[in-house]
């Protein structure tokens, strides 16, 4: 039976993994994990499983870049009691919640995806790195229907957090 739930598993990942390569920006297999350039807050980190071209283009500021098939690696430098966003393009890329299952599975549990992503971010006018000139930031953003579930995070709740966080620290 375990060999059955084995292979439904595999299956099942590589038609979900499939599938993400149709969406544009979100393709996450082009580039390993790109090492932090600051030192990110332990207790609260926010990363990007957008390609590495894309994340560069424009970012959440504050945010660091692993590649959606290096999160299980990756998480072996975090700790368990973190809070950890997952974010990738828009509400249209599937990465951030493919992601946050993902560490969820591995044991984490402060975990959720903002399904908004850089888009959503950019065009609320708040901080990011890169030049962020890429058409899909400038797509109308529609707002997700079911963003009130508990392992989503609102835009304006990943503000506050990353004003807490990182923008506002002396």
């Known amino acids: 039976m375990s060999i059955t ?3 439904k598993n595999i ?3 590589s038609l979900v993994l499939g599938l993400l390569a149709l969406l ?3 393709w996450p297999f082009s580039s390993s994990e790109k090492k932090a350039e600051f030192a990110y807050d332990e207790r609260f980190v926010v990363i990007s499983v957008n390609d590495k071209d894309v994340h560069a283009d424009c970012s959440i500021k504050g945010s660091i870049n692993v590649a959606l098939s290096d999160i299980e690696s990756f998480s072996k430098k975090l700790k368990k009691d973190a809070e950890i966003v997952i974010y990738c393009t828009n509400y249209m890329c599937s990465a951030s919640g493919l992601a946050a299952k993902q560490l969820k599975a591995l044991g984490f549990e402060k975990v959720r995806a903002y399904e ?5 971010w950019f065009q609320a006018g708040y901080p990011v790195e890169g030049s962020c000139k890429m058409p899909y930031l400038k797509q109308k953003m529609t707002h997700h229907e079911g963003a009130q579930q508990r392992d989503i995070i609102e835009v304006t709740e990943l503000k506050r957090k990353m004003d807490e966080f990182y923008y506002t620290k002396k």
């Open 5 to 7: 739930v084995s292979l």
């Open 116 to 120: 908004g992503g850089s888009a959503e």
């Open 24 to 26: 544009p920006g979100c």
């Open 11 to 13: 299956f099942s990942l």
